[in-house]
């Protein structure tokens, strides 16, 4: 019985030894053995020995690309905008010793200098340019990165802007200035409609005047004509000149008899001569 317990004993350690001994690493990892708590060696996928009890598996690190999430964060911009920007930091570990040595934590490690990163590249520029600028802000990203990374063991291959835009109290105040600019090319548009209609209406005045002073000479010309004409068809007879004129006065004399208004006409005691006298002032 004794025998059975010690031969069972025996078989267990050997199992156990050998179990750490073997070790299969997947593809797509690379794991880092410590030999007396000292760097010894890097696994390759596939099999490997080890020696049992000295050698310990302290690292297992992937050997793809990771894809580490930059949180989203507020950048104030050269000209004291305020913007809101996150990505995307797609990473590989290609010297694991240096992964597991050269940094606490790698992935932490680079997502915060993508962070730190981002925030000089982008705070060095106008808000107009950090908008439309992400391609060079991906380019001066990644050469920003990989002396620092390369440190570490970790190549980055690329890192991605998701969004980059105003935080939402400047989305509100861009808002407003554009409102305001609005506005103000409205009243200046109205001003210068106003002015214009002005303009124009002076214009018009301005012609009218001079329609209407043209008017009045040809009128002026005209009369004078007129009375050239007259003068000379009547030459030194009175009798024709004295007709025309009494027909006039009683023309104006009626017309002042039908108006309604209160009125009082007095009339010349001799006609033909009050007639006679307004010819004479004609003549002359």
Same mark, same amino acid.
């Given at each position: ?7 069972? %004993? ?31 060696? %890097? ?47 797609? &990473? ?14 790698? %992935? ?8 730190? *990163? ?11 340019? &950090? ?46 200035? =554009? ?11 109205? &001003?210068?409609?106003?002015?214009? *209609?002005?303009?124009?209406? =002076?214009? &018009?005045?301005?012609?009218? =005047? ?75």
């Amino acid at each position: 019985m004794t025998s059975l317990i010690i031969t069972a %004993t025996i078989a267990l350690f050997v199992l156990v030894t050998v179990f750490k001994g073997v070790r299969i690493v997947p593809q797509g990892e690379e794991w880092i053995v410590e030999r007396l708590g000292r760097y010894h060696t %890097t696994l390759k996928p596939g099999l490997n020995i080890l020696i049992p009890y000295m050698d310990v598996v302290a690292y297992r690190l992937p050997t793809k690309d990771i894809i580490l999430d930059v949180q989203q964060q507020e950048i104030i911009t050269r000209d004291n905008a305020v913007i809101v920007a996150n990505a995307l930091c797609f &990473a590989k570990v290609v010297d694991p010793q240096k992964a597991s040595y050269g940094v606490e934590n790698y %992935t932490y490690a680079v997502t915060s200098l993508t962070m730190t *990163a981002l925030r000089a590249i982008v705070g060095a520029m106008d808000l107009d340019e &950090a908008l439309s600028s992400r391609e060079q802000i991906k380019a001066r990203l990644r050469e920003a990165m990989s002396e620092q990374t390369e440190d570490w063991g970790i190549t980055v291959r690329s890192v991605e802007i998701q969004d980059i835009k105003p935080s939402p109290n400047m989305q509100a105040a861009m808002e407003r200035q =554009a409102a305001a600019e609005r506005e103000r090319k409205a009243d200046v548009t109205r &001003a210068e409609g106003a002015k214009q *209609a002005a303009i124009l209406e =002076a214009q &018009a005045r301005q012609e009218s =005047a001079k329609l209407d002073a043209a008017a009045q000479v040809n009128l002026a010309e005209a009369s004078a004509q007129a009375i050239t004409l007259v003068k000379n068809a009547v030459g030194t007879d009175v009798t024709p000149a004295m007709y025309l004129l009494g027909e006039r006065y009683i023309n104006a004399m009626e017309s002042l008899a039908a108006s309604d208004n209160a009125k009082m006409v007095v009339l010349p005691a001799d006609l033909q001569e009050a007639v006679r006298g307004m010819l004479g002032r004609t003549r002359s």
